[in-house]
Structure formats: C-alpha cells, structure tokens
C-alpha cells in the first residue's frame, strides 16, 4: 500500500476497500469502506493536469449524494504538497482549496458555520466580492477512493453550502456537528487544466489533451 502524499492520514485499499489510517502508532483500519457506483467521469485516479502553472495529479475521490442526486470530489495532490479539490458535478468542474474560516471574515459564513440554515440567494462578501448561496443541503458520503485527508466512511453526513459569483468564483462551506470547513476557488473545465490520463467512456469522444 503506498501513500503519495505524506501529509495524508487516510487511504482506501483498492483490493479490499478498508479504510486504512496512519497515525504514529502504525497504521491501522477504521472501516469498510463500499463500492463506487458507476458513473460517467471523465476523471479518475492517475489523471493529471496544471492549474496556475502548477502540476497536479488525482489521488483520491469522495462521492457525495443527496436525495436528487450526487456528485464527485477529487482530492489533487499538486508540486510541493499542497492539495487542491476538483469538484464535479453535473458536467461543471471547480477547483478550490481550503482556507481557515477565521480568515475569511464573512458575517453570513459565520452564521450558517454557528448552526444557522444557508439560504439560497442570499449574499456572502468574500475578500470585497458577493458570492450568492446557490444551494444548501444534506450530504452523505457513499463511497471512496484513493488517499484522503479525513475519513470517509459510507453514510458519514454532513451539510454543504455552494456559492457562486458572476466572475466564475466558486466557494463551499461544510458543516459537522460544531466543526465548519471552507473552500475557495473558481470553476474551470478540461481543456483549461489540459487535462490528461482521462477515462475513456463509451460514445464519448476522447479530446486530444486527453
């Protein structure tokens, strides 16, 4: 079992689908983990791409769903060991990082990360912009794959918070219990991250940067 990236605790056996967790004692397992449903991406582990300048490879997936639907999370290990994540959903694409809440300074993040429900259409200030709330619910995790940052367990739940601005800048808060995590960053598409090592599909032309 190999670990890519050395700030990663956590990692999903490809053979067995445990969910195997590094800690200084060892490594140990902390559940099962279920199988991902098929889909239709384009991604998969091993894709790579730039983003900024900056190299980035796909090292691990969480799928999420909700009662209409549901949507990937690729975790992309880039140059120098940051990681970035590579949401996918419903043909857009975003990549966004993780910045302290406490930095962000929005009155109507702090609300909804204190306990409060996220409103569709109401507006959060983010570094002198207006992001509006596009949608707001609860998530379930139903599978996993690759190395992630936390433990991803089938029907771990969560509430999740999209905004979105005119300029294309994309931003979500997730909430636990009394814990919130934000995310920063803009929509992009394939072509953009020129993108390669893609999932061949089945009626889907493979595009030449693939």
Known sequence: MTFRSPALPN???DHC??????SDAGVGIAGQGAALPFDVSPIQIGTRGRF???????IGRVRWSWDDGSWNEWLCLFEGGAHGW??????DFMMTFER???E???????????GAPALPGRKAEIDGEELAIADARQVSCIAAEGELPFTALPGWTIYSVDLKAASG?????QREGDEAWFYDGRYVTLAEL????LRAIEGWTMPRYG
Do not use: K, T, Y
């Open 11 to 13: 990692r999903v056996c």
């Open 17 to 22: 689908r445990s969910m195997l967790v590094r």
């Open 52 to 58: 900024d300048g900056r190299a980035f490879e796909v």
């Open 86 to 91: 590579l949401g996918e959903a419903m043909g």
């Open 100 to 102: 302290p809440l406490a």
């Open 104 to 114: 962000v300074r929005s009155a109507e993040l702090d609300r909804i990360a204190r």
């Open 169 to 173: 800048r994309a931003a979500s808060l």
């Open 194 to 197: 020129s993108a390669n090592n």
